[in-house]
């Protein structure tokens, strides 16, 4: 009778232990894989929720850059970790979709990762060097042809979305170019300025800023409307090339097998942060437009990173994107 008394109070108390266990998640900082260069658009997506999401939580968000090849080493890190919630891979339609079509990974997308939410996305901007005589896109895409071989596009490396996108420009042009991979759009972005490479098909996010500030010169957006933080800059379909229509979608994962009640307090703080005026400000400056409440849900960034991988996959390994 006293053996069962012992072995009853220690269910009590481990069942006790686990919920305070539960209770006290997040007990330290919480870390968030960039696995880009600091200063690209991933990066700046980062860095905007890791504050609300600090409050919301009442642990530190560090945001960590993991770079290379492409962003899957990072996102590899996050696959690989202890899953207790502690590391996040956040990451967009490249990372998280078309890596998978044109590396060898050593991990699954869809079954080693946990969906937490869907973040906003991005359209892709075509922009150039000021030194570049082309004032609009159809003369652009005269220019590169009148050039052919000696223009230069930067990328993130092969297979990120500014490799991605440059292909599929090449495609619906008809044009050539050299591609320049770089860590990370942010220094590809840096030499652009510098008037080191000739152009970037890059996130809207990550170029308006110098646009408005004339270090770069923009053509187009690849979406189907003018960006309200940029309306003076015309739609592809208005330039001339309807068929150059892509955007870059966001989401947060946590690793694998990582509990629902944990994925759940995640997904809660960054939809706190969503509707946060000052942060949706942020994001529509930046042209990101941040998804309805009710795809703001882990099953919704589940059913919608298994669309994308279907629908792309087939697409990449048409163009033969090859590793650099």
Known sequence: MRLLRIAAACALLLAA???????????????MVVPFAAGGPVDTVARILSEPMRASLGQSIIVD?????????????????????????????????VNGAIYPLPYDLLRDLEPIVLLPSNPMIVVSKTAVPAKDLNEFVGWIKANEGKVSAGTAGAGSATHVAGVYFQNVTGTRFQFVPYRGTGPALQDLVAGQIDFIVDQASNSLQHVRDGKIRAYAVTANARLPSAPDIPTVAEAGLPALDISVW??????????????????GAVVQALSDPTVRQRFGELGLDIPPRERQTPDALAAYHKAEIEKWWPVIKGANIKIE
């Open 250 to 267: 966001y989401g947060l994962w946590a690793p694998k097998g990582t509990p629902k009640d944990i994925i759940a307090k995640l997904n």
């Open 65 to 97: 850059n993991v770079t290379g090849a492409a962003g899957s080493i990072g996102v590899g890190r996050v696959a690989r970790a202890a899953p207790d919630g502690y590391t996040l891979s956040i990451g967009h339609w490249s990372t998280h979709v």
């Open 17 to 31: 232990t686990t919920v305070a266990s539960a209770q006290a998640y997040p007990s330290r900082p919480i870390t």
